[in-house]
T-cell receptor, first 114, second 112 residues
Framework: DAGITQSPRHKVTETGTPVTLRCHQTENHRYMYWYRQDPGHGLRLIHY???????DKGEVSDGYSVSRSKTEDFLLTLESATSSQTSVYFC?????????????FGPGTRLTVL | KQEVTQIPAALSVPEGENLVLNCSFTDSAIYNLQWFRQDPGKGLTSLLL?????REQTSGRLNASLDKSSGRSTLYIAASQPGDSATYLCAASIQGAQKLVFGQGTRLTINP
């Protein structure tokens, strides 16, 4: 299994509070991704990173920000959590080039916003 | 906008059968297509990746095909086992190989 950890694994918070989720990899992969998974919507890309300090938006980026100060860490921040952000959040990593585009997923973080 | 569809949403078959899972996508300009499995409460596990220039990929009892012109991919599972029970997701890349659009998955149950 790819070395990807996510923390916390479960979190309950209240509307309006800031929340930061962390993804950590030990594979030295260039690309890192944040997805959310919701019933009826499937998995959707929030943001991704193609290098240290290099990030780009995905399909559902509103209300989320990301940062990557080190190759191994990718942080997802909800500046002011809302109930619509209750979801399961997955981090993924991939290399680059023809042999490297396979994405490997972390175990997920279940976030509940009350 | 790329849309990915998987039909059926759920499938139940007896152990030992060969089966095919379907995935269709609306935009044929993809870089690759990936198949994953997801067990309940777990993350996704990569099964196969097919490059846009390839027609199929095989891994053990799994074979995935890609037909860009018709916007379809299939995942063939041979000699199914109860341990194959999971949700299977396909994902097509867009705007570069790194951005994936997922289907909603097919929940597969293999009955002993």
């Amino acid at each position: 299994d790819a070395g990807i950890t996510q923390s916390p694994r479960h979190k309950v918070t209240e509307t309006g509070t800031p929340v930061t989720l962390r993804c950590h990899q030990t594979e030295n992969h260039r690309y890192m991704y944040w997805y959310r998974q919701d019933p009826g919507h499937g998995l959707r890309l929030i943001h991704y990173s193609y290098g240290v300090k290099d990030t780009d938006k995905g399909e559902v980026s509103d209300g989320y920000s990301v940062s990557r100060s080190k190759t191994e860490d990718f942080l997802l921040t909800l500046e002011s959590a809302t109930s619509s952000q209750t979801s399961v959040y997955f981090c993924a990593i991939s290399g680059a080039g023809i042999e490297g585009w396979t994405q490997y997923f972390g175990p997920g973080t279940r976030l509940t916003v009350l | 906008k790329q849309e990915v569809t998987q039909i059926p949403a759920a499938l139940s078959v007896p152990e030992g059968e060969n089966l095919v899972l379907n995935c269709s996508f609306t935009d044929s300009a993809i870089y690759n297509l990936q198949w994953f499995r997801q067990d309940p409460g777990k993350g996704l596990t990569s099964l196969l990746l097919i490059q846009s220039s390839q027609r199929e990929q095989t891994s053990g009892r799994l074979n995935a095909s890609l037909d860009k012109s018709s916007g379809r991919s299939t995942l063939y599972i041979a000699a199914s086992q109860p341990g194959d029970s999971a949700t299977y997701l396909c994902a097509a890349s867009i705007q570069g190989a790194q951005k994936l659009v997922f289907g909603q998955g097919t929940r597969l149950t293999i009955n002993p």
